[in-house]
């Protein structure tokens, strides 16, 4: 059973960071993020798979940085510079081999507000 957790969430003012963290229970082909706002459908935030190609977000290239770590079957989403329009539920995503099955971790709420 593929289990992702994530951790990070939280309440940040606009132009804040913050840096999501999600754990694999076992080694992923790909893994990323994926946020879904009120009212809105779920959207690519940004993933990355293990040749190292990524793909990002046109609105989120520049302020965020996806990485993963193999050793610890975990990957991270550094979001910088945000702003009230990324307020979101953020859901890890994985893939164990291409093309294969995707698994979603439980969510975490990520909102920008002064």
């Known amino acids: 059973q593929v289990q992702l957790v994530e951790s990070g969430g939280g309440l940040v003012q606009p132009g804040g960071s913050l840096r999501l963290s999600c754990a694999a229970s076992?080694?992923?082909?790909?893994m990323g993020w994926y946020r879904q706002a009120p009212g809105k459908s779920r959207e690519l935030v940004a993933r990355?798979?293990?040749?190292?190609?990524?793909a990002y977000a046109d609105s989120m290239k520049g302020r965020f940085t996806v990485s993963i770590d193999n050793a610890k079957n975990t990957v991270y989403l550094q979001m910088n510079s945000l702003k009230p329009e990324d307020t979101a539920v953020y859901y890890c995503?994985?893939?164990?081999?291409?093309?294969?099955?995707?698994?979603w971790g439980q969510g975490t709420q990520v909102t920008v507000s002064s």
């Open positions: 076992v080694p992923m082909f790909s």
């Open positions: 995503h994985g893939h164990r081999h291409a093309g294969g099955v995707e698994y």
């Open positions: 990355m798979n293990s040749w190292g190609n990524t």
